[in-house]
Protein backbone atom coordinates (compact mmCIF):
# COMPACT_ATOMS: atom_id res chain seq x y z
CA UNK A 1 0.00 0.00 0.00
CA UNK A 2 3.15 2.57 0.80
CA UNK A 3 4.45 1.46 -2.48
CA UNK A 4 1.46 2.25 -3.99
CA UNK A 5 0.86 5.42 -2.94
CA UNK A 6 4.72 6.67 -3.41
CA UNK A 7 4.19 5.73 -7.11
CA UNK A 8 2.16 8.47 -8.34
CA UNK A 9 3.95 10.78 -5.42
CA UNK A 10 7.40 10.14 -7.67
CA UNK A 11 5.37 10.50 -10.86
CA UNK A 12 4.39 14.06 -10.41
CA UNK A 13 7.64 14.73 -8.83
CA UNK A 14 9.32 13.90 -11.57
CA UNK A 15 6.87 15.84 -13.87
CA UNK A 16 7.18 18.93 -11.52
CA UNK A 17 11.02 19.07 -12.10
CA UNK A 18 11.08 18.35 -15.62
CA UNK A 19 8.41 21.27 -16.16
CA UNK A 20 11.03 23.50 -14.09
CA UNK A 21 13.51 22.93 -17.07
CA UNK A 22 11.31 25.28 -18.66
CA UNK A 23 12.63 27.93 -16.35
CA UNK A 24 16.03 27.93 -17.89
CA UNK A 25 16.29 30.96 -20.11
CA UNK A 26 17.82 29.27 -23.44
CA UNK A 27 15.22 26.52 -23.59
CA UNK A 28 12.10 28.85 -22.72
CA UNK A 29 13.23 30.91 -25.46
CA UNK A 30 13.38 28.04 -28.10
CA UNK A 31 10.48 26.25 -27.21
CA UNK A 32 7.66 28.44 -26.19
CA UNK A 33 5.44 29.22 -28.83
CA UNK A 34 3.24 31.86 -27.14
CA UNK A 35 5.33 33.18 -25.18
CA UNK A 36 4.50 36.91 -27.62
CA UNK A 37 1.01 37.91 -26.36
CA UNK A 38 -1.00 39.43 -29.36
CA UNK A 39 -3.22 41.16 -26.78
CA UNK A 40 -0.06 42.84 -25.41
CA UNK A 41 1.52 43.85 -27.90
CA UNK A 42 -1.69 45.42 -29.62
CA UNK A 43 -2.55 46.92 -25.57
CA UNK A 44 0.96 48.48 -25.87
CA UNK A 45 0.14 50.25 -28.97
CA UNK A 46 -3.49 50.97 -28.16
CA UNK A 47 -3.85 51.23 -24.02
CA UNK A 48 -5.91 54.40 -22.81
CA UNK A 49 -5.60 54.52 -19.28
CA UNK A 50 -9.06 55.33 -17.80
CA UNK A 51 -8.42 57.47 -14.50
CA UNK A 52 -5.66 59.11 -17.06
CA UNK A 53 -9.02 59.76 -19.67
CA UNK A 54 -11.58 60.76 -16.48
CA UNK A 55 -8.70 63.26 -15.38
CA UNK A 56 -8.41 64.95 -18.97
CA UNK A 57 -12.01 65.13 -19.34
CA UNK A 58 -12.64 66.56 -15.76
CA UNK A 59 -10.45 69.49 -16.69
CA UNK A 60 -11.30 70.10 -19.85
CA UNK A 61 -14.80 70.85 -19.52
CA UNK A 62 -14.29 72.00 -15.75
CA UNK A 63 -16.51 69.88 -13.96
CA UNK A 64 -15.59 66.87 -11.42
CA UNK A 65 -14.18 63.35 -12.00
CA UNK A 66 -17.33 62.14 -10.69
CA UNK A 67 -19.33 63.87 -13.16
CA UNK A 68 -17.38 62.40 -16.10
CA UNK A 69 -17.91 58.84 -14.47
CA UNK A 70 -21.63 59.17 -14.22
CA UNK A 71 -21.51 60.15 -17.77
CA UNK A 72 -19.00 58.39 -19.66
CA UNK A 73 -19.78 55.44 -22.70
CA UNK A 74 -16.71 52.97 -22.11
CA UNK A 75 -16.65 50.64 -25.51
CA UNK A 76 -14.78 47.43 -24.60
CA UNK A 77 -14.81 43.28 -25.86
CA UNK A 78 -13.51 43.64 -29.21
CA UNK A 79 -9.72 45.62 -31.03
CA UNK A 80 -12.53 47.60 -32.65
CA UNK A 81 -13.29 49.41 -29.26
CA UNK A 82 -9.97 51.36 -29.19
CA UNK A 83 -11.14 53.80 -31.79
CA UNK A 84 -13.44 54.88 -29.47
CA UNK A 85 -10.68 56.65 -27.97
CA UNK A 86 -8.95 58.39 -30.27
CA UNK A 87 -12.06 60.43 -31.86
CA UNK A 88 -11.36 64.27 -32.06
CA UNK A 89 -13.79 67.42 -33.17
CA UNK A 90 -13.18 66.77 -36.43
CA UNK A 91 -14.36 63.37 -36.18
CA UNK A 92 -17.72 65.38 -34.88
CA UNK A 93 -18.05 68.35 -36.32
CA UNK A 94 -19.93 68.34 -39.85
CA UNK A 95 -20.28 64.43 -39.90
CA UNK A 96 -23.50 63.93 -41.76
CA UNK A 97 -24.86 61.01 -39.82
CA UNK A 98 -25.23 62.92 -36.98
CA UNK A 99 -28.40 64.88 -35.61
CA UNK A 100 -26.89 66.76 -32.94
CA UNK A 101 -23.38 67.12 -33.39
CA UNK A 102 -23.24 69.34 -30.48
CA UNK A 103 -24.66 67.06 -27.74
CA UNK A 104 -22.89 64.19 -28.87
CA UNK A 105 -19.60 65.65 -29.49
CA UNK A 106 -19.84 66.17 -25.34
CA UNK A 107 -20.72 62.91 -24.26
CA UNK A 108 -16.92 61.80 -22.61
CA UNK A 109 -15.85 58.42 -24.62
CA UNK A 110 -13.27 55.82 -24.18
CA UNK A 111 -12.17 52.30 -24.60
CA UNK A 112 -10.35 49.65 -22.53
CA UNK A 113 -8.47 47.91 -24.86
CA UNK A 114 -9.10 43.76 -24.26
CA UNK A 115 -8.01 40.70 -26.28
CA UNK A 116 -10.95 39.38 -28.35
CA UNK A 117 -12.38 36.07 -27.70
CA UNK A 118 -11.08 35.36 -24.40
CA UNK A 119 -14.58 35.88 -21.93
CA UNK A 120 -12.02 34.98 -18.78
CA UNK A 121 -10.19 38.39 -19.70
CA UNK A 122 -13.55 40.16 -20.23
CA UNK A 123 -15.28 39.49 -17.41
CA UNK A 124 -11.94 40.35 -15.27
CA UNK A 125 -11.93 43.80 -16.85
CA UNK A 126 -15.43 44.06 -15.96
CA UNK A 127 -14.91 43.36 -12.85
CA UNK A 128 -12.14 46.11 -12.59
CA UNK A 129 -14.51 48.67 -13.87
CA UNK A 130 -15.33 51.77 -11.12
CA UNK A 131 -18.32 50.53 -10.03
CA UNK A 132 -20.17 50.94 -12.65
CA UNK A 133 -21.57 54.57 -12.98
CA UNK A 134 -21.08 54.81 -16.65
CA UNK A 135 -22.72 53.32 -19.59
CA UNK A 136 -20.80 49.98 -20.71
CA UNK A 137 -20.87 48.83 -24.20
CA UNK A 138 -19.60 45.09 -25.11
CA UNK A 139 -18.82 44.84 -28.81
CA UNK A 140 -19.23 41.19 -28.87
CA UNK A 141 -19.62 39.14 -32.73
CA UNK A 142 -19.90 35.34 -33.33
CA UNK A 143 -16.14 34.92 -34.32
CA UNK A 144 -15.82 36.48 -30.22
CA UNK A 145 -16.54 32.97 -28.98
CA UNK A 146 -14.32 30.74 -31.10
CA UNK A 147 -12.80 28.61 -29.04
CA UNK A 148 -9.69 28.63 -31.17
CA UNK A 149 -9.22 32.54 -31.46
CA UNK A 150 -5.79 33.30 -32.46
CA UNK A 151 -6.37 35.78 -29.32
CA UNK A 152 -6.99 33.29 -27.08
CA UNK A 153 -4.07 31.94 -24.96
CA UNK A 154 -3.34 28.84 -22.78
CA UNK A 155 -2.29 31.11 -19.98
CA UNK A 156 -5.67 32.87 -20.13
CA UNK A 157 -7.07 31.12 -17.36
CA UNK A 158 -3.74 30.83 -15.64
CA UNK A 159 -3.94 34.51 -15.17
CA UNK A 160 -7.27 34.60 -13.56
CA UNK A 161 -6.91 35.22 -9.33
CA UNK A 162 -8.62 32.86 -6.90
CA UNK A 163 -11.52 34.96 -6.24
CA UNK A 164 -11.73 34.93 -9.84
CA UNK A 165 -11.78 31.52 -10.39
CA UNK A 166 -14.28 30.59 -7.44
CA UNK A 167 -16.69 33.35 -8.91
CA UNK A 168 -16.37 31.83 -12.76
CA UNK A 169 -16.43 27.94 -11.16
CA UNK A 170 -20.09 27.30 -11.85
CA UNK A 171 -19.80 28.27 -15.76
CA UNK A 172 -16.18 26.36 -16.65
CA UNK A 173 -16.14 23.26 -17.70
CA UNK A 174 -14.02 20.61 -16.16
CA UNK A 175 -11.50 20.74 -18.31
CA UNK A 176 -10.87 24.91 -17.71
CA UNK A 177 -11.01 24.12 -13.88
CA UNK A 178 -8.32 21.28 -14.21
CA UNK A 179 -6.25 23.75 -16.42
CA UNK A 180 -6.70 26.44 -13.87
CA UNK A 181 -4.50 24.42 -10.95
CA UNK A 182 -2.26 22.50 -13.61
CA UNK A 183 -1.19 26.04 -14.93
CA UNK A 184 -0.37 27.02 -11.71
CA UNK A 185 2.09 23.82 -11.43
CA UNK A 186 3.56 23.19 -14.53
CA UNK A 187 4.50 25.79 -17.58
CA UNK A 188 3.98 22.80 -19.20
CA UNK A 189 0.03 24.00 -19.61
CA UNK A 190 0.53 27.43 -19.42
CA UNK A 191 1.80 27.51 -23.02
CA UNK A 192 2.16 26.04 -25.87
CA UNK A 193 5.48 24.22 -25.69
CA UNK A 194 7.27 22.61 -28.53
CA UNK A 195 10.16 21.01 -28.03
CA UNK A 196 11.15 20.22 -31.58
CA UNK A 197 11.73 23.89 -31.68
CA UNK A 198 15.52 23.37 -29.84
CA UNK A 199 16.84 21.46 -33.27
CA UNK A 200 15.44 24.52 -35.72
CA UNK A 201 16.90 27.77 -36.75
CA UNK A 202 17.00 30.55 -34.10
CA UNK A 203 14.66 32.76 -35.47
CA UNK A 204 11.15 32.93 -33.61
CA UNK A 205 8.84 31.91 -35.87
CA UNK A 206 5.62 33.01 -33.87
CA UNK A 207 7.08 36.80 -33.34
CA UNK A 208 7.84 36.85 -36.83
CA UNK A 209 4.41 35.31 -38.43
CA UNK A 210 2.95 38.35 -35.40
CA UNK A 211 4.93 41.17 -36.82
CA UNK A 212 4.08 40.16 -40.31
CA UNK A 213 0.87 39.91 -39.43
CA UNK A 214 1.02 43.38 -37.78
CA UNK A 215 3.03 44.86 -40.64
CA UNK A 216 0.13 43.67 -42.99
CA UNK A 217 -2.97 45.38 -41.15
CA UNK A 218 -0.86 48.14 -40.48
CA UNK A 219 0.18 48.70 -44.37
CA UNK A 220 -3.77 48.33 -45.02
CA UNK A 221 -4.92 50.76 -42.21
CA UNK A 222 -2.79 53.29 -43.48
CA UNK A 223 -3.60 52.95 -46.88
CA UNK A 224 -7.19 53.48 -45.94
CA UNK A 225 -6.41 56.41 -43.43
CA UNK A 226 -5.26 58.29 -46.85
CA UNK A 227 -8.59 57.26 -48.32
CA UNK A 228 -10.44 60.37 -47.75
CA UNK A 229 -14.39 61.35 -49.23
CA UNK A 230 -15.37 64.97 -48.88
CA UNK A 231 -19.26 64.39 -48.27
CA UNK A 232 -20.94 68.12 -47.92
CA UNK A 233 -17.25 69.77 -46.51
CA UNK A 234 -16.69 66.36 -44.17
CA UNK A 235 -13.82 64.46 -44.79
CA UNK A 236 -14.70 60.74 -44.41
CA UNK A 237 -12.05 58.31 -43.37
CA UNK A 238 -11.89 55.00 -45.43
CA UNK A 239 -13.83 53.39 -48.62
CA UNK A 240 -17.76 53.45 -48.75
CA UNK A 241 -18.63 49.69 -49.17
CA UNK A 242 -18.82 48.18 -52.44
CA UNK A 243 -17.18 51.36 -54.55
CA UNK A 244 -13.45 51.05 -52.86
CA UNK A 245 -10.41 52.47 -55.25
CA UNK A 246 -8.32 49.89 -56.80
CA UNK A 247 -5.69 50.76 -55.22
CA UNK A 248 -7.47 49.01 -51.99
CA UNK A 249 -8.20 45.81 -53.70
CA UNK A 250 -5.47 43.78 -53.51
CA UNK A 251 -4.62 44.84 -49.40
CA UNK A 252 -8.89 44.58 -49.00
CA UNK A 253 -7.88 40.79 -50.21
CA UNK A 254 -4.86 40.34 -47.79
CA UNK A 255 -6.88 41.69 -44.71
CA UNK A 256 -9.86 39.52 -45.60
CA UNK A 257 -7.79 36.22 -45.88
CA UNK A 258 -5.99 36.80 -42.46
CA UNK A 259 -9.36 37.43 -41.17
CA UNK A 260 -10.32 34.53 -42.60
CA UNK A 261 -7.87 32.27 -41.82
CA UNK A 262 -7.10 33.44 -37.95
CA UNK A 263 -10.80 33.79 -37.33
CA UNK A 264 -13.37 31.75 -39.21
CA UNK A 265 -11.45 28.49 -40.87
CA UNK A 266 -10.73 27.57 -37.54
CA UNK A 267 -13.90 28.36 -35.66
CA UNK A 268 -15.71 26.03 -32.88
CA UNK A 269 -18.06 27.32 -30.31
CA UNK A 270 -16.80 28.01 -26.76
CA UNK A 271 -19.83 26.64 -24.67
CA UNK A 272 -17.20 28.21 -21.36
CA UNK A 273 -17.50 31.51 -23.09
CA UNK A 274 -21.07 31.12 -23.76
CA UNK A 275 -21.73 30.58 -20.22
CA UNK A 276 -19.34 33.07 -19.17
CA UNK A 277 -21.48 36.00 -21.40
CA UNK A 278 -24.96 34.80 -19.97
CA UNK A 279 -23.43 35.06 -16.49
CA UNK A 280 -22.26 38.85 -17.45
CA UNK A 281 -24.89 40.14 -18.50
CA UNK A 282 -27.64 38.38 -15.41
CA UNK A 283 -24.54 40.17 -13.11
CA UNK A 284 -24.83 43.45 -14.55
CA UNK A 285 -28.77 43.13 -14.47
CA UNK A 286 -28.71 42.55 -11.03
CA UNK A 287 -26.00 45.51 -10.00
CA UNK A 288 -28.01 47.57 -12.21
CA UNK A 289 -25.15 48.52 -14.69
CA UNK A 290 -25.96 50.41 -17.60
CA UNK A 291 -24.77 47.72 -20.03
CA UNK A 292 -25.59 47.48 -24.11
CA UNK A 293 -24.53 44.57 -26.22
CA UNK A 294 -23.01 46.07 -29.65
CA UNK A 295 -22.30 43.42 -32.75
CA UNK A 296 -20.00 44.88 -34.91
CA UNK A 297 -20.42 45.72 -38.29
CA UNK A 298 -18.57 43.54 -41.12
CA UNK A 299 -17.79 44.61 -44.54
CA UNK A 300 -20.11 42.08 -47.20
CA UNK A 301 -16.85 40.83 -48.55
CA UNK A 302 -16.19 39.22 -44.99
CA UNK A 303 -19.25 38.25 -44.55
CA UNK A 304 -19.74 36.42 -47.51
CA UNK A 305 -16.26 34.56 -47.37
CA UNK A 306 -17.09 33.36 -43.95
CA UNK A 307 -20.36 32.56 -44.16
CA UNK A 308 -19.64 28.70 -44.59
CA UNK A 309 -17.20 28.58 -41.74
CA UNK A 310 -19.72 30.26 -38.93
CA UNK A 311 -23.16 28.46 -39.88
CA UNK A 312 -24.79 28.49 -36.43
CA UNK A 313 -24.39 32.15 -36.44
CA UNK A 314 -28.18 32.19 -37.13
CA UNK A 315 -28.81 30.11 -33.91
CA UNK A 316 -26.42 32.41 -31.84
CA UNK A 317 -27.94 35.45 -32.43
CA UNK A 318 -31.68 34.52 -32.42
CA UNK A 319 -30.30 33.42 -28.52
CA UNK A 320 -28.86 36.57 -27.83
CA UNK A 321 -31.47 38.62 -28.73
CA UNK A 322 -33.44 36.21 -26.52
CA UNK A 323 -31.14 36.57 -23.91
CA UNK A 324 -30.37 40.09 -23.91
CA UNK A 325 -34.36 40.67 -24.18
CA UNK A 326 -35.60 38.55 -21.31
CA UNK A 327 -33.02 40.86 -19.01
CA UNK A 328 -34.07 44.04 -20.81
CA UNK A 329 -30.52 44.66 -21.98
CA UNK A 330 -30.29 46.63 -25.40
CA UNK A 331 -29.08 44.97 -28.24
CA UNK A 332 -27.59 46.73 -31.27
CA UNK A 333 -27.50 45.21 -34.03
CA UNK A 334 -24.73 47.28 -36.46
CA UNK A 335 -24.63 44.27 -38.98
CA UNK A 336 -28.48 44.86 -40.08
CA UNK A 337 -27.52 47.65 -42.64
CA UNK A 338 -30.58 49.56 -41.96
CA UNK A 339 -29.30 50.47 -38.38
CA UNK A 340 -26.87 53.17 -39.30
CA UNK A 341 -26.28 54.99 -42.38
CA UNK A 342 -22.63 55.37 -42.30
CA UNK A 343 -21.00 52.16 -44.30
CA UNK A 344 -17.17 53.63 -44.40
CA UNK A 345 -14.26 50.81 -43.68
CA UNK A 346 -11.05 50.81 -43.17
CA UNK A 347 -10.80 46.96 -43.93
CA UNK A 348 -13.10 44.19 -44.67
CA UNK A 349 -13.64 43.93 -40.69
CA UNK A 350 -13.52 47.44 -39.30
CA UNK A 351 -15.84 50.44 -39.62
CA UNK A 352 -14.44 53.52 -40.56
CA UNK A 353 -13.38 56.04 -37.42
CA UNK A 354 -15.88 59.29 -39.08
CA UNK A 355 -18.64 56.01 -38.61
CA UNK A 356 -18.26 55.62 -34.69
CA UNK A 357 -20.25 59.24 -33.67
CA UNK A 358 -23.30 57.87 -35.53
CA UNK A 359 -22.66 54.77 -33.21
CA UNK A 360 -22.24 56.61 -29.92
CA UNK A 361 -25.57 58.63 -31.25
CA UNK A 362 -27.24 55.59 -31.29
CA UNK A 363 -26.16 54.47 -27.54
CA UNK A 364 -27.04 57.89 -26.80
CA UNK A 365 -30.62 57.29 -28.05
CA UNK A 366 -30.99 54.35 -25.98
CA UNK A 367 -30.04 55.90 -22.60
CA UNK A 368 -32.85 58.26 -23.48
CA UNK A 369 -35.49 55.79 -23.85
CA UNK A 370 -34.13 54.07 -20.40
Given at each position: ?????????????????????LLVPFIFERIIKNKISG??????????????????????????????ENNAYVFFGSSRSAGFSELTSNDYKGNPYLK???????????????????????????????????????EINYTSFNQNSLFREKRDIYELTMSNYFEFFPYLSMKDRVEFFSSNLLLFNRYKVEFKRLFQPVEDQNLSEMMNDMLVLKKINDE??????????????GSKEGFEDKSLIQPYTESNNWVIDSFYKNFKLSTTDWNLFQYLLKKSKKEGTRLIILRPRIHRILRQSG??????????????????????????DLDKEAEISCDYFTDTSHLSKSCFPEIIEKVYELNLKK
Open positions: MKNFLLFPILIFLSLFLFDKIFEVFRQINENSYKKFLKQEAEKKKVSVEEINQTTVAEIPVTANYIRAGSFFQILKLYNDFPKKKGTYILAQIQKFNLNGFWIQEKYIQGETQWLKDVKELTSSLEIPFI
